[in-house]
């Protein structure tokens, strides 16, 4: 699809207009199989959030840490905190960065199949799970190849590529097609990021009150959630002392 195919309707005039489209495709698709109007769309794809949600941290977890009750677990955890992905929601709405932190995880777990059991199915499916990412939203695939990084530097030692440099093979081949299927898409991000700097976007709180909202998990209370937070802090805890769990607290 065409990544400035938006332009028609937001910004007919700008040659370098982009806006990551991904998400609108697949609203376009509902429009075209009859649901209507708009809001409805919008709300269909919102609705199926959670559950994409829930069966991506299964699919990290199913590769991870394969244990029943841990991915019982995530499952349950992913569904059960108003922050995400409702919070997003109504917070912009930022609902294509919704959908693109959603699926992240399971293109995370794409790349760790990969470099374990090396098919041509899994690389073009990582391939494409990282343009869709990308076309998504570009914050989604940033975060996701940060985890990626350092899941295969300091991650499990059989994951640790460093140690087994044949390994990367795999890895390079399906980051060349997704590269080359996420030309257009590159060009319109290049093209806009000239752009970026003339918007000034007014401060939502102090670095001190940002922080503590999110250590303390209260920023939509008066109060902090202390029981949370502690929660939070002894799974970090537990989580820094295994190594298949130790990238996603570093990163």
Known sequence: ADSAGLSAVAQPANPDFYYPHTYHLVGALLADLGIDPAQVVLNTLSACLPAVFALSIVALLRVVLPRPTTMVAGALTAVMFTVFPYDIINF????????????????????????????????????????????????????????????????????????????????????????????????GLLGASGSAGEVDWPAFAIPGSAIGQLVLLNHESFFPEWWLAAAVLLGAVVALRRAALRPFVVA
Request: aromatic share 2%.
């Open 92 to 187: 912009g709405p930022l609902l294509p960065l919704a959908l693109a932190l959603a699926v992240a995880p399971a293109v995370i777990a794409l790349m760790l199949q990969v470099t374990r059991t090396p098919t041509v199915a899994l690389a073009g499916a990582l391939a494409l799970g990282a343009v869709g990412l990308l076309t998504t939203h570009p914050t989604g695939a940033v975060s996701a190849g940060i985890v990626m990084v350092l899941l295969l530097l300091v991650g499990r030692r059989e994951d640790q590529l460093w140690r087994q440099p044949r390994r990367l093979l795999p890895l390079v081949l399906a980051g060349a097609a997704a590269l080359a299927l996420a030309v257009p898409s590159l060009g």
